[in-house]
């Protein structure tokens, strides 16, 4: 089934690094991000680290076994229709979170997190 909705910008909450993010298994994190959330693998590595540049619609994350704390990274994703997106990963089996209305600074944004299976939190919305 195609998706009805584009990820469209991706950002960093506090100091995570979007492209270098912790992982304690690369291949573990492919499957995950392949099968949940539609990324496909751009580029990966195996030096210095295991590494991989994985991209959907206009973002891009990166993901290493760097020996960073996976829960202490988190991102906002922009999606073009924050409905499709809570149902396709609802569909999928993520575990989605904590639906409702911020603010951040004067604009609204309708939001949802989901955690993948190391941890790491995403904000998930659109304006509002």
Known sequence: ???TYAYERVSPIGDTEPMNMPVADIDAAIAWYESKMGFTVKSRTDDPVAAVVMTRDD???GFAVNGGDPEQ???Y???SDVH???ADLESKGVSVGNHRIDEHGDS???VFFVRDDDGICYCIGQPA
Do not use: R, T
């Open 1 to 3: 089934m195609a998706s």
């Open 59 to 61: 973002i891009e994350l």
């Open 73 to 75: 990274a988190s991102c």
């Open 77 to 79: 994703i922009a999606v």
């Open 84 to 86: 499709a997106a809570m």
């Open 108 to 110: 609204k944004y309708e």
